[in-house]
């Protein structure tokens, strides 16, 4: 049976709060909001806790810095070719 402790009652809450964070940063990568960085503090507070969050969250600083990477490839690339006024 499930015993009601401070660890459970604790990962209990950290699970709803951290969970609804993230929803609140999903939500808001449609929405007007800083999305991403919200969809962060979500998963950072549910790594305190669980494994699975902090495989999701490394997996999602490599997928922003290599994004962040081709972005300025991308942008450097671009501003080769412009002419300067």
């Known amino acids: 049976m499930w015993r009601a402790t401070y660890r459970n009652a604790r990962r209990l809450v950290v699970f ?5 964070i993230v929803l609140v940063g999903l939500a808001m990568l449609v929405l007007p909001g800083p999305g991403l960085l919200v969809v962060f503090v979500g998963l950072a507070l549910l790594a305190t806790e669980f494994v699975w969050a902090r495989v999701w969250l490394r997996r999602l600083k490599i997928s922003t810095k290599r994004a962040g990477r081709r972005a300025r490839t991308w942008w450097r690339r671009g501003r080769e070719h412009d002419p300067q006024p």
């Open 16 to 20: 709803l709060l951290g969970t609804t």
